[in-house]
């Protein structure tokens, strides 16, 4: 059973940055595609960033492009998301997300197969 466990939410102010990461476990092999998903309260769950696990076709929301960084080290089996210059309209709660049966990496959230708890993230004005 493949297990993400989601680390580095937080609060900060507007401006600030924050850098979640996302260990997997139990893993045979490595997923195709990985991303970050998050969930402001009362709206849909919705794809930030979209990672293949070979190749260089990164997804980003436009509205993190320039912002956003996200990194995955292979040999810790790690996903990271580094946030920066972040807004009050970037809070919500951030999942790490991976999918076993390629579905083309994009952002639909119905393509992953498994999900981290998930991890607060802040942003005051």
């Known amino acids: 059973q493949v297990q993400l466990v989601e680390s580095g939410g937080g609060s900060v102010q507007a401006g600030g940055s924050l850098r979640l990461s996302c260990a997997v476990f139990g893993y045979s092999y490595s997923p195709y595609c990985m991303g970050w998903f998050r969930q402001a309260p009362g709206k849909e769950r919705e794809g930030v960033v979209i990672?293949?696990?070979?190749?260089?076709?990164?997804y980003y929301h436009d509205s993190v492009k320039g912002r956003f960084t996200i990194s995955q080290d292979n040999a810790k089996n790690t996903l990271y998301l580094q946030m920066n210059s972040l807004k009050p309209e970037d809070t919500g709660m951030y999942y790490c997300?991976?999918?076993?049966?390629?579905?083309?990496?994009?952002?639909?959230?119905?393509?992953?197969?498994?999900w981290g708890q998930g991890t607060q993230v802040t942003v005051s004005s």
């Open positions: 997300a991976a999918d076993y049966r390629f579905k083309g990496c994009h952002s639909n959230k119905s393509d992953f197969d498994y």
């Open positions: 990672i293949p696990t070979l190749g260089d076709n990164t």
